[in-house]
């Protein structure tokens, strides 16, 4: 008897406590905008910055958040939830080169347009993404699948300090016979990579700059992103030549630079060798650097933070971390355009499982607005996607790296917007490797990896 | 007063309440082993692309035909047994030689054995973060071996070193385990046994061979079976140290099924790697239980 009345009490209490928490927890439950970011400082923080913004507005119906996910497995992330359609996040940031890849399974935002005729901000100004940027970052397939977010082009940073001195660029000009100078905002000759080699052999054996090792450039090449996208900004000053125009045709944005016109590998020994001479001034500059093939961009920009090489070629995006004041090269850095800028980059696009497209379209929108780009690279350095900021006079007084963005877009070289993407550039880091580790000559290297690109692009039935 | 009600023997209860008692335990086993084995053996058996946004088709045999003469799997395959065999035969040898050594009464033994379970405890990705440094052509022991006046190995940028380098992190922190295992068999070890052999005048090295030995062999199949299933599954070590690198020289068979599962898209191939691996495992467990006679000794103890 004692028991049942044990009992029933307990059942009481549990049912009160159900009645208490049942209809908080329904008003409590709102709507919520999830959004993964790329965990960095210029592109997580930006988006939180403006998760608060748009929370202000939009609060009381739907709540952003933001989720910062290392480059890693952001990809894997995304694929994951596109595949499942758990719709875990309504927003991602994306690579320009994985979208090929994740394509499919974004949101044509033209779409978004024209259901909710309301959501375009009349001040957004499409107008004021340069050209290359829209082409590579926003469009695929002739839809615009997202906004520009983040400007990332390679370019090369320097001790400032070292190529000032008087003494050095005496010893330079008797040894080289042209003067040592690094373009500079305002120049119309940019660097050449001739001088760029130069330069990097002076700084590693011509002068004795430092106590202990000292490299003349810090280059990666690690398997992955890394070998990929330096490869093809060696690649594509061939590529993009008079000679490497009339042999592969005109680049389809697409493909990017490392395919024909017609989608052959470019860099094929078979077609030309524009491909090996491409690799051999790869080869050729990686004398002069600390082991490139154990060197992602991470690690390859601390040799440079720490002063044991005098440039370093990495995203403009590194800016602030290389320079910052705990840095041992804080106040000697500057920036120049590499000879051959490479594009890489990142937009904001939507999950098309999402049930939130008017807000998620609001929140991209919010995150690449014209007034917004500047206050985000101001705040957190992020490195912008408009014109308007990257030629801000005021801007570029104050921030020494910003110059370098609006000409480094001239004509630079582009990775593929395939699907099968992450494939080739595992085939290339599995073999090209082999070309730093002396298992294979440049020549062979090169050749079998062309071949395992043309047999997966082929059996993609991308060709 | 209560009373029971006694059921009587050969029952219906009775003969329905070991199954009825076995169903939950049998659900878990259903829900977390059996079914996704069903699953992953089902993927392998069908071409499931994500990034062409394909359906799984059934293909029979087809990525196992695939499979035969992909280069990448053999090279990925290769260097999973080279690599683990050397490194559970290191940590067998550092961890049964620590074991004798502070099995007997050492000043400050219990603080060093403390010490040398530390690496275990220590997440992989941890070690793996720590080797990479560690190994950096500007790292502390590059540093050590210069000051030595040694000229600096170039741990991970040499195919052959790299491999070396995933090695030694495995090893050190794995030995331990071993250690743990083997220290627990030396104790277990009757001293009647030592007691008698020294009456007989038995050699240091007679008392290990015919009595150390044989009494902990059972324990080192255990630690045996359990180090060659996990290193043969190594997984963050490697992703940490060198990503595979270079050259893919240090690509082993868990890091080729993230990569074509979640990299390529490709899942249905990564189930056949998946279920390959599977089956080598288990083949490779099989031997050396066989050889060991493991499961007898058990049943003999």
């Known amino acids: ?463 | 007063m209560s009373t029971y009600r006694v059921v009587p023997a050969g029952s219906v209860f009775d003969r329905f309440a070991k199954h009825i008692f076995i169903l939950p335990g049998l659900g878990v086993l259903v829900a977390l082993v059996i079914y996704p084995t069903y699953y992953l053996i089902r993927l392998a058996l069908s071409n499931f692309d994500l990034t062409f946004m394909t359906k799984p088709v059934f293909i029979g045999l087809g990525n196992f035909i695939q499979i035969l003469s992909d280069t990448y799997f053999w090279g990925a395959l290769g260097n999973t047994l080279v690599m683990a065999s050397i490194a559970v035969a290191l940590e067998f040898v550092f961890g049964l030689g620590m074991a004798l050594l502070l099995n007997e009464d050492l000043r400050g033994g219990r603080i060093i054995k403390s010490l040398l379970i530390v690496p275990m405890m220590i997440p992989p990705v941890v070690v793996g973060l720590n080797f990479k440094l560690i190994f950096d052509q500007f790292g502390p022991l590059n540093d050590l071996l210069q000051r030595l006046g040694v000229s600096c190995v170039d741990w991970l940028g040499n195919p052959l070193m790299a491999k070396v380098s995933v090695i030694l992190a495995d090893v050190w922190q794995w030995s331990s385990f071993m250690f743990i295992i083997f220290l627990a068999g030396l104790q277990a070890i009757p001293q009647y046994l030592y007691d008698s052999a020294k009456v007989d005048g038995a050699s240091g090295w007679r008392t290990f061979r015919f009595i150390t030995w044989p009494m902990l062999v059972p324990s080192a199949t255990v630690a045996l079976t359990f180090r060659v299933m996990d290193a043969l599954k190594i997984f963050d070590v490697v992703y940490m140290v060198t990503s595979g690198g270079p050259s893919f020289s240090t690509e082993v068979l868990s890091l080729y099924i993230y990569r074509t599962g979640f990299r390529f898209g490709t899942l249905g191939y990564a189930s056949a790697v998946a279920v390959i691996m599977l089956i080598l495992l288990t083949a490779i467990i099989e031997v050396i239980i066989k050889e060991t006679r493991l499961g007898k000794r058990l049943e003999w103890e």
């Open chain 1, 1 to 463: 008897m004692k028991n049942v009345k044990k009992w029933t009490w307990i059942i009481r209490l549990v049912i009160l406590l159900l009645a208490l928490t049942l209809p908080s927890s329904t008003i409590l439950a709102k709507e919520v905008l999830r959004i993964a970011i790329m965990s960095s400082h210029g592109m997580s923080d930006s988006a939180e910055a403006i998760a608060k913004k748009f929370n202000k507005l939009y609060g009381d119906k739907i709540e952003a958040q933001v989720t910062a996910i290392g480059f890693d497995i952001l990809l894997d992330k995304m694929l994951t939830d596109f595949t499942t359609g758990s719709g875990s996040f309504d927003v991602y940031s994306v690579g320009y080169h994985w979208i090929g890849t994740v394509g499919n399974y974004l949101y044509d935002l033209e779409e978004i347009r024209k259901k909710y005729p309301g959501v375009e901000d009349p001040n957004y100004d499409f107008k004021d993404f340069p050209p290359i940027l829209w082409d590579t970052y926003a469009t695929w397939k002739g839809k615009n699948i997202g906004l520009p977010f983040v400007d990332g082009t390679l370019v090369l940073f320097y001790r400032v300090d070292l190529f000032n001195k008087p003494e050095y660029k005496a010893k330079f000009k008797q040894k080289y016979g042209y003067e040592l100078h690094m373009p500079q905002d305002g120049d119309t000759k940019f660097l050449t990579f001739k001088q760029l080699r130069d330069y990097a052999e002076f700084f590693t054996k011509g002068i004795k700059w430092r106590d202990g090792e000292q490299y003349g450039i810090s280059l990666p090449a690690a398997s992955g992103d890394p070998l990929l996208s330096m490869y093809a900004m060696f690649f594509g000053a061939y590529r993009r030549s008079p000679e490497g125009l009339k042999i592969f045709g005109q680049v389809d944005p697409d493909y990017g630079d490392y395919f024909t016109s017609d989608h052959r590998v470019a860099f094929d020994p078979a077609i030309s060798d524009l491909g090996i001479k491409a690799l051999q001034d790869y080869l050729a500059l990686s004398k002069f650097s600390p082991n490139p093939v154990t060197r992602d961009w991470i690690t390859s920009s601390e040799p440079f933070r720490s002063g044991l090489a005098a440039m370093f070629i990495g995203w403009g995006g590194y800016w602030p971390s290389i320079t910052d004041p705990t840095s041992p090269v804080h106040g000697k850095v500057g920036v120049s355009v590499l000879p051959a800028p490479h594009l890489g980059g990142w937009c904001v696009a939507i999950n098309k499982k999402t049930k939130h497209p008017k807000e998620a379209y609001i929140f991209i929108q919010m995150l690449t607005s014209k007034e917004d780009t500047k206050y985000l690279y101001e705040a957190f350095t992020e490195t912008p996607t408009r014109l308007s900021t990257m030629t801000d006079a005021r801007l570029k007084a104050k921030y020494p790296d910003l110059w370098v963005m609006a000409p480094s877009l001239k004509n630079p070289s582009v990775r593929p917007k395939i699907p099968v993407l992450p494939k080739l550039e595992y085939a290339m880091g599995r073999t090209l490797g082999k070309a730093w580790t002396g298992e294979m000559t440049p020549e062979v290297a090169l050749k079998a990896v062309a071949e395992e690109w043309n047999r997966i692009v082929k059996q993609a039935g991308l060709r």
